[in-house]
């Protein structure tokens, strides 16, 4: 028999799995396991160990270090349900941070004062408070796998403090800083692709994996459909939008139709002299040879560009938080900005540009005050003009 149920008390239940003969005594050796809930639930778990047992995936509880857990979950879990660039940052919060300062320790012997004390470390070290709570996220999430899979009895990342972010002041142009850079940028290879940033707010992924069939100049919108990502090893891929609300539409200004018009037209002709047709499944911004852009290339391009038009130099980034601060400042409703962007949540883009607000509720105080005082007869005495309806 390969493993059997024992209740111990009202509601738990302990489980004996036999790991085979010891090679020295002959006897069995056995894993045991304590289960709180229904016997129904207790021979789930039972069920689960036995097929662990049977994949190679078994890992038992006492003896497995973080280190050894967190390489198992990264192969085992993070793998195949992060994207592989959400892999890659996982891997190296694990790898450089984790690993090296907790790994030695069982994973079942884990305290929330180990974690707080590596938060203390690597704040006192210079870490910034968002880059230690995106390590808090990593070992909270590594840790509830490991309370789904039965090897630890509680998430121990749930009793730690975290460190509040401060967030960097959001860095945006204005419409005169927007007219000067693209005036700069003009005769840039990466014209179109900065014009389309500016005027739509999409993600600089989102804009790389755009193809020339995700543009439809005739209803004057853009489709996003995907995402590109370049990895450390050299190599790209395309993934699926993050979330629902990432794969949106986005309607397209007049000039940014006139604009991307231009790029297919340049393109295909430099297609047509390298002997190539331009293709729908051809990407919108590439090289000459039609291969994908590098995001740190265009970032680079973007930057230099600005310096050059004498405007506040501000990340790649930040051409979609000034595409959403411009739009929000002309009163277009928050609802729309949030479909723009691409935001799971409409609070999502309330609080992210929490910075607009304080003009939004001037404008409104004020426009309030306007409708009021039209209900008051010219005359200037208050008595309200009442309407019927």
Request: hydrophobic share 35%; proline share 4%.
């Given at each position: 028999?390969?493993?059997?149920?024992?209740?111990?008390?009202?509601?738990?239940?302990?489980?004996?799995?036999?790991?085979?003969?010891?090679?020295?005594?002959?006897?069995?050796?056995?894993?045991?396991?304590?289960?709180?809930?229904?016997?129904?639930?207790?021979?789930?778990?039972?069920?689960?160990?036995?097929?662990?047992?049977?994949?190679?995936?078994?890992?038992?509880?006492?003896?497995?270090?973080?280190?050894?857990?967190?390489?198992?979950?990264?192969?085992?879990?993070?793998?195949?349900?992060?994207?592989?660039?959400?892999?890659?940052?996982?891997?190296?919060?694990?790898?450089?941070?984790?690993?090296?300062?907790?790994?030695?320790?069982?994973?079942?012997?884990?305290?929330?004062?180990?974690?707080?004390?590596?938060?203390?470390?690597?704040?006192?070290?210079?870490?910034?408070?968002?880059?230690?709570?995106?390590?808090?996220?990593?070992?909270?999430?590594?840790?509830?796998?490991?309370?789904?899979?039965?090897?630890?009895?509680?998430?121990?990342?749930?009793?730690?403090?975290?460190?509040?972010?401060?967030?960097?002041?959001?860095?945006?142009?204005?419409?005169?800083?927007?007219?000067?850079?693209?005036?700069?940028?003009?005769?840039?290879?990466?014209?179109?692709?900065?014009?389309?940033?500016?005027?739509?707010?999409?993600?600089?992924?989102?804009?790389?994996?755009?193809?020339?069939?995700?543009?439809?100049?005739?209803?004057?919108?853009?489709?996003?459909?995907?995402?590109?990502?370049?990895?450390?090893?050299?190599?790209?891929?395309?993934?699926?939008?993050?979330?629902?609300?990432?794969?949106?539409?986005?309607?397209?200004?007049?000039?940014?139709?006139?604009?991307?018009?231009?790029?297919?037209?340049?393109?295909?002709?430099i297609w047509a002299r390298l002997g190539k047709t331009l293709t729908d499944n051809d990407l919108v911004f590439s090289t000459p040879e039609g291969k994908p852009l590098r995001p740190n290339t265009v970032s680079r391009a973007w930057a230099m560009l600005a310096a050059r038009?004498?405007?506040?130099?501000?990340?790649?980034?930040?051409?979609?938080?000034?595409?959403?601060?411009?739009?929000?400042?002309?009163?277009?409703?928050?609802?729309?900005?949030?479909?723009?962007?691409?935001?799971?949540?409409?609070?999502?883009?309330?609080?992210?540009?929490?910075?607009?607000?304080?003009?939004?509720?001037?404008?409104?105080?004020?426009?309030?005050?306007?409708?009021?005082?039209?209900?008051?007869?010219?005359?200037?005495?208050?008595?309200?003009?009442?309407?019927?309806?």
């Amino acid at each position: 028999m390969r493993g059997h149920i024992e209740k111990r008390g009202k509601d738990s239940y302990s489980l004996a799995i036999s790991m085979g003969k010891d090679a020295n005594t002959g006897k069995y050796k056995y894993q045991w396991t304590t289960v709180k809930g229904t016997k129904k639930e207790a021979e789930k778990r039972l069920s689960e160990i036995l097929n662990q047992l049977d994949t190679g995936m078994f890992m038992r509880p006492g003896k497995t270090t973080l280190a050894e857990y967190l390489e198992r979950w990264l192969k085992d879990y993070a793998k195949p349900n992060l994207s592989p660039r959400g892999y890659e940052r996982y891997e190296s919060i694990c790898r450089v941070h984790l690993i090296p300062s907790l790994g030695n320790i069982p994973l079942t012997q884990l305290k929330p004062e180990h974690l707080q004390k590596l938060y203390t470390v690597k704040l006192n070290n210079g870490l910034s408070a968002l880059t230690v709570r995106y390590l808090h996220t990593v070992i909270h999430k590594a840790l509830q796998t490991a309370l789904k899979w039965g090897l630890v009895s509680r998430n121990v990342a749930d009793g730690v403090d975290i460190p509040r972010a401060r967030h960097n002041d959001m860095q945006t142009w204005d419409e005169y800083d927007i007219t000067r850079f693209l005036d700069t940028a003009k005769d840039s290879p990466y014209y179109a692709l900065f014009h389309t940033a500016l005027f739509t707010g999409m993600r600089r992924s989102e804009l790389l994996a755009l193809r020339w069939l995700d543009v439809d100049l005739l209803f004057s919108q853009v489709s996003v459909t995907r995402s590109l990502h370049h990895l450390k090893d050299g190599s790209y891929v395309f993934t699926q939008p993050k979330s629902a609300k990432s794969r949106r539409t986005i309607s397209l200004s007049p000039s940014a139709i006139l604009t991307l018009k231009e790029q297919r037209e340049k393109q295909a002709s430099i297609w047509a002299r390298l002997g190539k047709t331009l293709t729908d499944n051809d990407l919108v911004f590439s090289t000459p040879e039609g291969k994908p852009l590098r995001p740190n290339t265009v970032s680079r391009a973007w930057a230099m560009l600005a310096a050059r038009a004498g405007v506040k130099v501000i990340r790649f980034h930040d051409a979609r938080h000034t595409h959403a601060s411009l739009m929000l400042k002309q009163g277009v409703h928050p609802k729309i900005v949030q479909e723009r962007l691409g935001h799971a949540s409409i609070q999502i883009t309330l609080d992210t540009y929490s910075h607009v607000a304080p003009g939004l509720q001037q404008a409104a105080a004020e426009g309030f005050d306007k409708l009021v005082s039209s209900g008051y007869n010219e005359n200037g005495k208050n008595e309200p003009v009442r309407k019927h309806y």
